[in-house]
């Protein structure tokens, strides 16, 4: 994140969409905010990697369905950049197959297109803050919604992953899973902040993850 003369925090956005209407609301939405910037924008996933690398972005607002290269995609190649950029995906369904695979992928969270103005820009500074926009209920819902051929498969690497982390790095792992933030695991186990920011940069480290809505992912597959 960028600091401003003024020596304010700013957030600086890169928005993917194949519907310009849809970019110029995004954009109008976030310019309302004194904290985020919009820095540059995509009309299609195959161009995400270059304006990702030309704007530096601290967020991807990526829609998951386009028409040349979708967002799947083009969040799997955002991912392998160095130091890539948060991602959250846009989708106008909430129960959507390609939401799944695109939190497996990386993503730090999905937002509905006709969500709240509010509720995009909180979405934008709370991965920006390196938390994740993960709602447990929606997330197990996405997949129980939509079977994985891979399932147990799944469940037993994500079973021997987990046997890796120490106890307290569990206890982190499994509140991460349940979509607490640094501040509210902070509180629930009597641990400093950035303690706990160092117990999920371990976790991360351990299991090989990109962020925290990977670990949730593998703590939800290791409960089968």
């Not at 846009?90 to 959507?96: E, Y």
């Not at 390609?98 to 969500?115: E, H, N, P, Q, W």
């Not at 890796?164 to 902070?186: F, H, K, Y």
Request: a negative charge.
């Amino acid at each position: 994140m960028a600091v401003t003369g003024g020596g304010r925090t700013e957030v600086r956005v890169l928005l993917v969409d194949d519907d310009p209407l849809v970019r110029s609301g995004l954009r109008a939405i976030l310019d309302a905010a004194d904290d985020v910037r919009v820095v540059g924008e995509a009309s299609d996933g195959d161009e995400v990697v270059t304006a990702v690398q030309a704007h530096a972005p601290d967020v991807v607002l990526m829609d998951i369905r386009m028409r040349r290269t979708n967002g799947l995609d083009a969040t799997a190649s955002v991912r392998a950049l160095p130091r890539p950029p948060n991602i959250v995906v846009l989708t106008a369904f909430d129960l959507d197959r390609y939401v799944v695979a695109a939190l497996r992928a990386g993503a730090s969270g999905f937002l509905l297109k006709d969500a709240q103005p509010q509720q995009i820009i909180d979405g934008v500074r709370t991965v920006a803050s390196g938390d994740a926009i993960l709602s447990p209920g929606a997330t197990r819902t996405l997949l129980d919604r939509f079977a994985d051929p891979d399932a147990a498969e799944r469940q037993r690497s994500a079973v021997q992953a987990l046997a890796r982390l120490s106890p307290r790095q569990g206890e982190v792992a499994d509140l991460v899973a349940r979509g607490r933030t640094n501040a509210e695991i902070s509180r629930d186990l009597g641990l400093t902040e950035s303690t706990v920011k160092a117990y999920v940069s371990e976790i991360l480290s351990s299991l090989g993850l990109g962020n925290r809505v990977q670990v949730a992912l593998t703590v939800r597959d290791a409960a089968g």
